[in-house]
C-alpha cells in the first residue's frame, strides 16, 4: 500500500511537471501501455503499475479540466448569463468576491463553468445561493507570473476554477432571480458576524473567527507577517491539526461516555462507537470550516485512520495514512499542487516515523510532546522553504509553545463559545472573548521570535529539496537502521545549493511582471536596488506586497540599499509603502517634480559605482521644472556593452530633453519609456539610445491598447529585439562589460498546463 501510493503520487506529478499540456493523445496511450507491459514482466509489478494509473487519471482530469475551459470567442467579451453564487463571498473594501456557476445565454456561445467574480457591488448584499442574471465579462485565468511569488493561475487551477471576470451592470440587465438559502455558508457567514460583533474589533479577534468558522478575512496583514515568520500560520485557520486534534477529544469523550453503558456496549463495541464519534466530530468541524481543501484531506485522513476500528480490522497505520493519500489524489489529483497536501501527510508521516519504533524512549510526557513538535518543526523545513521561499528556524520553539496553546485552550474556548451563542449568548459571547484573550496573551511571544528574522532564506531548487528531504527520513528513520548520521549530509544542499547571484562586475536584472506598471531589480554582488514598485488596486492591494517583497524575499534579500520611485503615478509608486513595511530600506529617490514619497529627489549627475557597476541618474536635471511623466527618473545601469536604461514614463518632452543635453544615452537594453505609449520612444531618442533589445512592462490585455502599433514599427525597424512582460512573465537578464546575456522570460522557460502561454 505505501509502494504504491508513492508510485501514484509519482505518476501524478509527472503528469502535472513532466508531460506537456499539449501532448497528443496516441503517444501517451503508446507510454502507458509500454509502461504496463513492463509492470505485467516482473514480479513486483504494482508499483510501476500504479505510477501508470496516477499519470493516466491525472491526465483524464486534465484534459477534462482544459477541454472544458473558457472559449476564445468569449475571452474578454461580455456575456449575458445566469449566475449562480456557489462560494461564500468574501468582502475586501468595496470589493465581494465569490465563486459562482456561470451559465451563458448567448445562443451562439454557449458555455457553463466555474467562475470566480469580483464586484463592487456597493449597497447590493451577495449570498450563497443566489441566482442572478446579468451581463459579465469574462477573461480566462491570468496572473503575475514571477519566480518565488504566489502563482495565482495555478490556484484557480487546483480549485477548477475555469474563468474570472465581473459584473457589467451598465451592459444589461441586473436582476436577482433567487435569494440564497439558509446553507451551510450563509449559516458560516451569520455565525461569523455574529462573533465579530461579539468581540467588537479587539485585538486578535479576527484569529478566533478563522478559530471559528474559517473565515481568515479578519486577519490583517502584520498579523498574518508575524504568523508566517514564526512558522505558526497553520494554527490561525480551521486546519488539519485542529481537525485532527477535534477527533481525538470526540473518540476520547465519546469512548469514555459509551463505556459507561454495558447496554450499548453489548450493541456495539466502544473501541468503535470512539472511532464513529471522533469521525463525527472532524466532520462536524470541517462543516464550520465550508469543506474547505485541507479540511476535506483532514478528514479523509481521520476517516481512513478510524477506519480499521470501525470494521474491527487492525491494519498498519502507515497503510491506512497510504490509503488517505490514495482516497484524496482519486478525489481530487491536483490537490499534490499545494503546499498543503505535502505539509499534511509530511507531518503525520515524520510524526509516524520518528515516533512509531522509539515507544520506549522519552516516557515522560513533556518530552513526547516536545519530540513531536521537533520533528514536525525540522522535517518540514525543506517543503515550508520550497513552498512559501523561507522555513523559519525558531518554528520548532513557537510551535512547542503555540500548538497546546492554541489547540487545547483557545480551539475548545472558541468551539464552545459558537456552540453556546444560539442558545446562551451571554455565556458564548464570554467564552469567546476568553479565547481572543488567550491569543492576546500568547501573541508577544510569537512577535518576539518572528522579529529575530532566524530562517533559511530564498527559494530552493527542487534538487536541493529532493535531498534534504532523503536527509530528514534518514535523521528521523528507525533506530536500528545504521548510517542514519548522513541524513546530515543530505541537509547540506538546503544551506549549500548554488544561487544565482551576480558576480562582479556584472547586474542582475529583473523586470517583474506586475500586469499594467512597472517594477524593477537590480542586484550587484553585494547591493540591490529597486526601481518602481508597480500598481495599487481599487481592492486595496498592490504589487509591493503581492509581487516586489514575495520575490525579494523568496531570493533571501531583506534589505534595500536603494528604493528609486521614478515618479508618483500609482502603477509606478502603488507598492511604496508595502515594500518600506516589509523590507529594511536604507535610502529612498524619487522623481516626477515632486515628492510622491518621503525620500531626495533624484537630479541628473547622481553617480556611484556597486561591485564594479556603474550607476547614473541622467534625469531630470536639476531646478529644470519637469514634473508628472517627463520628470521621471533616468537612471542608467552597468558598464562597457551591458548597459541598461531604465526610464519610467518619460514622454517626448523629457526625452527631447536628455538628447538636447548630449548626455551619454548609449545602451544595449532599453525599458521602453511608458509602456510602449505613442507619446514616447521618438525617433530622435531611439537613435541616441540605440539599443538591441528592448523591454515593455505592460499588462496582458490592458485597456489602453499598450504597446502602440506605431512605438512598436519604430523599434522593429530600428532592429530592436522586443520582450514584454505580457507575453513573458518576469524577464531577467544579467548584463555584463561585454554585453547582456541572453534574456529569461519566466512563462517560456517554466511551461505548466494551467499557466497561461506567453504571447
Not at 531583506?558 to 507598492?575: C, P
Not at 557597476?613 to 533616468?634: E, I, K, Q, R, W
Not at 517560456?748 to 502561454?757: D, I, L, S, T, V
Amino acid at each position: 500500500m505505501i509502494s504504491s501510493a508513492i508510485a501514484f503520487v509519482a505518476g501524478t506529478l509527472a503528469c502535472l511537471y513532466a508531460v506537456p499540456a499539449a501532448a497528443p493523445w496516441p503517444p501517451v496511450v503508446a507510454v502507458i501501455v509500454l509502461l504496463s507491459s513492463l509492470a505485467l514482466s516482473r514480479t513486483r509489478r504494482w508499483p510501476l503499475l500504479m505510477f501508470v494509473a496516477g499519470l493516466l487519471w491525472c491526465w483524464l482530469r486534465l484534459d477534462s479540466h482544459l477541454g472544458n475551459g473558457l472559449p476564445a470567442a468569449l475571452d474578454g467579451r461580455d456575456v449575458p448569463a445566469r449566475v449562480t453564487v456557489t462560494g461564500l463571498p468574501e468582502e475586501k473594501g468595496a470589493m465581494v468576491r465569490f465563486v459562482a456557476t456561470v451559465v451563458s445565454e448567448d445562443p451562439r456561445r454557449p458555455w457553463r463553468g466555474r467562475v470566480r467574480l469580483s464586484w463592487y457591488a456597493g449597497d447590493v448584499v451577495v449570498k450563497t445561493g443566489d441566482r442572478w442574471r446579468m451581463v459579465v465579462r469574462l477573461k480566462r485565468p491570468r496572473g503575475f507570473a514571477n519566480p518565488g511569488i504566489f502563482d495565482y493561475e495555478r490556484w484557480l487551477f487546483s480549485r477548477g476554477i475555469l474563468a474570472t471576470g465581473y459584473p457589467r451592470p451598465r451592459e444589461g440587465p441586473l436582476q436577482l432571480l433567487e435569494r440564497g438559502g439558509g446553507g451551510l455558508h450563509n449559516l458560516r457567514a451569520a455565525l461569523g458576524a455574529h462573533m465579530e460583533n461579539v468581540l467588537a474589533d479587539g485585538p486578535r479577534g479576527g484569529m478566533v473567527v478563522a478559530l471559528g468558522v474559517g473565515l481568515k478575512e479578519g486577519i490583517d496583514g502584520d498579523e498574518w507577517a508575524v504568523l508566517r515568520r514564526s512558522g505558526t500560520a497553520h494554527l490561525m485557520a480551521i486546519s488539519g491539526l485542529h481537525v485532527g486534534l477535534v477527533a481525538v477529544l470526540a473518540y476520547g469523550l465519546g469512548g469514555f461516555l459509551w463505556r459507561r453503558s454495558a447496554r450499548l456496549c453489548r450493541r456495539l463495541p466502544a473501541p468503535r462507537a470512539a472511532a464513529l464519534a471522533a469521525v463525527s466530530g472532524a466532520f462536524g468541524y470541517a462543516m464550520l470550516a465550508g469543506f474547505a481543501l485541507p479540511t476535506q484531506r483532514a478528514f479523509i485522513m481521520v476517516f481512513a485512520l478510524a477506519g480499521g476500528a470501525l470494521v474491527g480490522r487492525r491494519w498498519p497505520v502507515s497503510s491506512r495514512l497510504a490509503m488517505a493519500a490514495l482516497v484524496v489524489l482519486l478525489l481530487d489529483p491536483f490537490a499534490v499542487l499545494g503546499p498543503g497536501f505535502w505539509l499534511s501527510f509530511g507531518a503525520v508521516t515524520l510524526i509516524l516515523l520518528g515516533m512509531g519504533a522509539r515507544v520506549g524512549v522519552g516516557r515522560r510526557p513533556w518530552w513526547r510532546w516536545g519530540r513531536v513538535h521537533l520533528l514536525v518543526g525540522l522535517g518540514l523545513a525543506p517543503i515550508t522553504a520550497g513552498a512559501f521561499g523561507l522555513a523559519p528556524l525558531v518554528t520548532p520553539l513557537a510551535n512547542l509553545v503555540a500548538v497546546p496553546w492554541v489547540s487545547v485552550v483557545v480551539v475548545p474556548l472558541t468551539l464552545l463559545g459558537v456552540a453556546c451563542l444560539g442558545v446562551w449568548p451571554a455565556l458564548g459571547a464570554l467564552l469567546l472573548e476568553g479565547a481572543r484573550l488567550m491569543l492576546v496573551v500568547l501573541w508577544p511571544l510569537l512577535e518576539g521570535l518572528a522579529g529575530l528574522g532566524w530562517e533559511l532564506p530564498g527559494t530552493l531548487p527542487l534538487p536541493a529539496i529532493a535531498a534534504a528531504m532523503a536527509g530528514v527520513v534518514l535523521l528521523f528513520a528507525p533506530a536500528g537502521l545504521a548510517g542514519r548520521w548522513l541524513g546530515l549530509i543530505w541537509l547540506l544542499p538546503l544551506v549549500l545549493a548554488p544561487r544565482s547571484e551576480p558576480r562582479e562586475g556584472e547586474a542582475l536584472v529583473t523586470l517583474l511582471d506586475v500586469g499594467q506598471g512597472l517594477a524593477a531589480v537590480v542586484r550587484t554582488a553585494s547591493h540591490v536596488l529597486v526601481y518602481d514598485t508597480g500598481p495599487r488596486f481599487r481592492s486595496g492591494s498592490d504589487t509591493g506586497d503581492m509581487v516586489v517583497a514575495p520575490y525579494l524575499q523568496s531570493r533571501g534579500l531583506g534589505r534595500l540599499d536603494l528604493l528609486m520611485v521614478s515618479h508618483g503615478d500609482s502603477d509606478h509608486a502603488g507598492g511604496v509603502a508595502s515594500v518600506r513595511r516589509a523590507l529594511t530600506v536604507e535610502r529612498v529617490m524619487y522623481g516626477g517634480g515632486r515628492a510622491a514619497v518621503d525620500g531626495e529627489a533624484c537630479e541628473a549627475g547622481q553617480e556611484w559605482r556597486w561591485d564594479g557597476v556603474d550607476f547614473a541618474v541622467l534625469h531630470p536635471p536639476p531646478g529644470n521644472g519637469f514634473t508628472g511623466n517627463d520628470g521621471s527618473c533616468v537612471l542608467a545601469v552597468g558598464n562597457g556593452a551591458g548597459r541598461l536604461l531604465l526610464t519610467g514614463d518619460l514622454e517626448r518632452g523629457g526625452e527631447a530633453a536628455l538628447v538636447a543635453e548630449g548626455a551619454d544615452l548609449s545602451a544595449a537594453v532599453l525599458q521602453v519609456p511608458h509602456h510602449g505609449s505613442r507619446t514616447s520612444t521618438t525617433a530622435p531618442f531611439l537613435r541616441a539610445v540605440s539599443p538591441r533589445l528592448g523591454l515593455i512592462p505592460v499588462g496582458f490585455g490592458n485597456r489602453f491598447g499598450l504597446p502602440h502599433r506605431e512605438v512598436l514599427a519604430r523599434l522593429e525597424a530600428a532592429g530592436v529585439r522586443l520582450l514584454d512582460t505580457a507575453g513573458c512573465g518576469a524577464i531577467t537578464l544579467t548584463l555584463a562589460p561585454q554585453g547582456p546575456g541572453e534574456p529569461e522570460c519566466y512563462r517560456r522557460a517554466h511551461p505548466r498546463p494551467w499557466r497561461a502561454e506567453g504571447r
